[in-house]
C-alpha cells in the first residue's frame, strides 16, 4: 500500500509539472505565434489532466466504472449545464415575483420608502465624490469648502446626503428579503420531502456503502439543479443587490457553495451535498422571514424570529455541520477506501465554508450581546443611512452627549443579514 501511494503521489506531481509547463509557456509566448496543432494539443493535455481518474475517484476505479448501465444512473458533468439558463429563469421569476407579489404584499405590511432629501447639484462636490472619495477627509472638506464658496458643514451636509442617495431602499431589501425566502422555505420542504425516507439520513456511514457507485436519484438530481441555479443567480445578480459589508466574504461563500456542489456532483458525492443544502437551508429561512418583519417594523415577531433563527444556525452550523457532516466526510471514507486527492478537496471546500459560519456567528453574536443588553441599534452588516437635518448638523446616530442612541429590539436596522 505505501508503494501504491508513492506511485500514485509521483503521477500526480508529474502531471503537476506538466500542467505548470504548458501555463508557463502560453503565457510568455504570443497566442498568434502559436500553432494550431499545439493549441489544441495543450488544451487536451490540460483536460486529460484534470479529468484524471486519480484526482476524482478512488483507487482502481475509472470513469468507465461510472457509465450507466444495469439500471444504474449516475451523474454527469453535462448535467450542470442546464443551470446556467436555468439561473437566468430564476433571474426572471425573481423580477415578476417582486415586481407583482412582494411590492403589494410590502404595501400590505405599511412598507414605505422613506423620503431622502436630493443634493443640489454641484459639479465641484460630484466630481470628487466620483472620482475620490465618498466620504472626504477634514482637510479636503475645508478645501473644497474654499472652492464652492460653502461652509465646511454645507459640504459635509452635501456629501451625507449624496451617500444617503445611494444606499438602498427599505422597499427594495423586503423584496429581496421576500424572494430568498420563498426560495429557501421551498427548498427546505423539497429537501425534507427527497431525504426523510433514506437511510443516509439517519445513518451517516450509510453516505459510503458502495461508493461512487451511487445510482442518482431524480430528486436528488432536482434538488442539485434547483440550488445551484439559484446560486448561480444570485451570484450574477450580486453588483444589483444589497451590498453589505461582508461583501467579499458573499462572493467568496457563493464561489466555494458553487465548486463544493458541482465537484461532490462529479465525484458523485450527492448523499453528503443534498444533507449540505439542507443544513444550509434551515437557518436562512429564519434569516428572511426575520429581515422580512424587521423591515415592516414589526419588532416583537422581529426579535423572537431572529433569537430563532440565531439558535438554528449554532445548531445547524456549528455543530451538526461539522461534527456530523464534516467528521463523517473526515473519517468514515478511509475505512471503505485509501484518500485520495478529490478526499482531500472535498473536505477542503467544506472547511472554508465552516470557517465563513465562524465569521457570521461571530457577528450574530455581536448581536445577541447587544440584543440582551439592549443596544442593538444596527445591522451588523449593514452601510446605514446617515441621519440628516436641515442645518446640516452632523448627527449619524448619536445624541448630543456623543453617546450611542440605546434601543431594545431590531427597529429599522435590528437583523443580520448572513448566508
Known amino acids: 500500500m505505501p508503494h501504491h501511494r508513492l506511485c500514485v503521489s509521483l503521477l500526480l506531481l508529474k502531471r503537476w509539472a506538466i500542467l505548470l509547463e504548458y501555463c508557463l509557456f502560453a503565457f510568455l509566448m504570443p497566442w498568434d505565434s502559436l500553432e ?35 439500471g444504474r444512473v449516475y451523474a454527469k458533468v453535462s448535467d450542470l449545464y442546464i443551470t446556467l439558463p436555468y439561473s437566468v429563469v430564476f433571474l426572471i421569476i425573481r423580477y415578476v415575483f417582486e415586481r407583482f407579489v412582494a411590492t403589494p404584499f410590502a404595501a400590505c405590511l405599511g412598507v414605505r420608502e422613506k423620503n431622502i432629501h436630493t443634493v443640489e447639484s454641484n459639479p465641484i462636490l460630484e466630481h470628487f465624490f466620483i472620482s475620490q472619495s465618498k466620504t472626504p477627509a477634514k482637510a479636503d472638506i475645508q478645501g473644497l469648502s474654499k472652492k464652492c464658496s460653502w461652509s465646511s458643514r454645507q459640504v459635509e451636509c452635501w456629501f ?17 428579503a421576500s424572494w430568498r425566502f420563498v426560495f429557501y422555505i421551498g427548498a427546505l420542504i423539497g429537501g425534507l420531502i427527497a431525504l426523510y425516507d433514506k437511510p443516509w439520513f439517519y445513518n ?137 486527492f478529490g478526499y482531500y478537496f472535498f473536505n477542503a471546500m467544506l472547511v472554508i465554508l465552516l470557517m465563513l459560519h465562524i465569521f457570521w456567528a461571530y457577528l450574530i453574536l455581536r448581536m445577541v450581546k447587544k440584543f440582551l443588553f439592549g443596544s442593538l441599534t444596527k445591522d451588523e452588516r449593514s452601510d446605514n443611512e446617515e441621519e440628516d437635518d436641515d442645518e446640516g448638523e452632523n448627527t449619524t446616530s448619536e445624541e448630543h452627549d456623543g453617546h450611542l442612541k440605546v434601543t431594545n429590539g431590531c427597529g429599522r436596522r435590528g437583523v443580520a443579514n448572513h448566508h
Open 36 to 70: 494550431p496543432g499545439r493549441v489544441s494539443g495543450m488544451i487536451q493535455t490540460i483536460g486529460e489532466w484534470f479529468w484524471w481518474d486519480r484526482l476524482w475517484l478512488p483507487v482502481n476505479l475509472t470513469w468507465a466504472d461510472l457509465e450507466d448501465k444495469d
Open 160 to 176: 451625507r446626503r449624496r451617500r444617503n442617495q445611494e444606499r438602498p431602499g427599505v422597499l427594495k431589501k423586503f423584496r429581496e
Open 204 to 340: 451517516l456511514r450509510e453516505l459510503w456503502n458502495t461508493y461512487p457507485k451511487q445510482s442518482i436519484l431524480e430528486s436528488q438530481y432536482w434538488y442539485y439543479i434547483l440550488e445551484m441555479s439559484f446560486y448561480w443567480s444570485l451570484l450574477f445578480s450580486i453588483t444589483f443587490d444589497v451590498k453589505r459589508k461582508d461583501f467579499k466574504e458573499q462572493i467568496i461563500h457563493h464561489l466555494a457553495t458553487l465548486t463544493l456542489l458541482a465537484f461532490s456532483w462529479c465525484g458523485n458525492y450527492i448523499r453528503v451535498g443534498t444533507l449540505v443544502m439542507l443544513v444550509h437551508d434551515a437557518s436562512d429561512v429564519f434569516l428572511e422571514s426575520a429581515k422580512i418583519f424587521n423591515y415592516a417594523k414589526w419588532e416583537k415577531v422581529c426579535n423572537s424570529i431572529f433569537v430563532l433563527f440565531a439558535v438554528v444556525f449554532m445548531v445547524t452550523r456549528l455543530v451538526i455541520f461539522p461534527f456530523w457532516i464534516i467528521h463523517s466526510t473526515w473519517v468514515y471514507p478511509p475505512d471503505y477506501y485509501p484518500a485520495f
